[in-house]
C-alpha cells in the first residue's frame, strides 16, 4: 500500500520534516517515491512552516494512497490557512 507521510530531518532538537508518498514497508526515513511537501513545527515568524502541493496530493490520494494521521490534520491546517487567502 501506498501511503503519504513524514519523513524526519534536520538536527537533534531541530525537526524539519518532508511530506513524502511512500511504500508503507520502507521505514520511515527511507526510500520514497516522491516529495510533495514540507513541514518545519519550529519555523519562526515570516518563515514558511508548511508547505504542500495540493495538486500532487489530490493526484496520489485518487489513486489510493492514504494519508497518515498528522498529514491529514496538516492538510486541513494549510486548507483552513489558505481559505481567508482566497477570500
Known sequence: MVVIRLSRGGAKAR???SIVVADKRVRR???F????GFYNPSAVEGQEGLRIE????????????????TVERLV??????A????A
Open 83 to 86: 481559505a481567508p487567502a482566497a
Open 76 to 81: 486541513r491546517q494549510a486548507a483552513a490557512k
Open 54 to 69: 495540493q495538486d500532487r496530493l489530490n493526484y496520489w490520494r485518487g489513486v489510493g494512497a492514504q494519508p497518515s494521521p
Open 15 to 17: 525537526p524539519f520534516y
Open 33 to 36: 517515491i516522491e516529495r510533495i
Open 29 to 31: 526515513d527511507g526510500r
